[in-house]
């Protein structure tokens, strides 16, 4: 039985591909999921169709999650057109679906071929965006994207358009290995395209 969607605190996250564009080197897809809201069982038998994803939801009590999240063992921009669906027929079903938040690595606009933000309107309250580097350098070594330094210039212009149409954009800063001149770096950055720092801890082995 694999998992679509699964609790974590207050939240309802929702798992639909296992697709990453990324190899970051403290993913815990590769370095195991001791102390996390991971579970093996996040590898998916195969993508849910929009159909499997509803019935899932569906069977879910949603108004009473704090928070709808798209996270998984995957980047879940690859699903795009499968969330804003969902989103749509969720709120049908339920007028007080609980808001929702994607956490991606921001590079939904490359994957797509195509800006996809607008999509995002009225539909996203949140997004939880990866910045993890200073540098695009830097956040090559981290992240190891399949299109390279592209990858660091379509997350940031991104993040600059998704700000026309998400009311909450975070970025996110994994602390390893990050001296204080990175992460003063990382802070400036973060001003400059004037949304949210989050610093997130490394989880060992």
């Not at 990453?20 to 001791?34: E, V």
Request: aromatic share 8%.
């Amino acid at each position: 039985m694999m998992t679509i969607s699964y609790e974590y605190e207050s939240g309802l996250y929702v798992n639909l591909t296992n697709r990453c564009d990324c190899a970051c080197i403290f993913c815990l897809r590769h370095n195991g999921n001791d102390g996390s809201i991971y579970a093996d069982d996040l590898w998916l038998e195969h993508e849910p169709t929009f159909d499997e994803a509803l019935a899932d939801l569906s069977g879910r009590d949603l108004p009473r999650y704090q928070e709808l999240v798209f996270c998984g063992f995957g980047e879940p921009m690859y699903r795009i057109d499968d969330i804003v669906r969902l989103i749509d027929t969720l709120k049908d079903k339920w007028s007080n679906l609980p808001p929702v938040r994607i956490n991606t690595n921001g590079h939904g606009n490359l994957i797509a071929g195509h800006d996809i933000t607008p999509l995002l309107q009225g539909r996203v309250d949140t997004l939880s965006i990866s910045l993890n580097g200073s540098t695009c350098e830097e956040y090559l070594a981290v992240t190891k994207p399949r299109d390279g330094a592209a990858a660091w210039h379509a997350m940031l212009d991104f993040t600059l358009k998704a700000k026309e149409y998400v009311p909450n954009i975070i970025m996110t800063v994994v602390d390893k290995d990050k001296s204080q001149a990175e992460m003063d770096r990382c802070r400036q950055i973060i001003r400059d395209l004037g949304v949210t720092l989050r610093v997130r801890s490394y989880i060992e082995d």
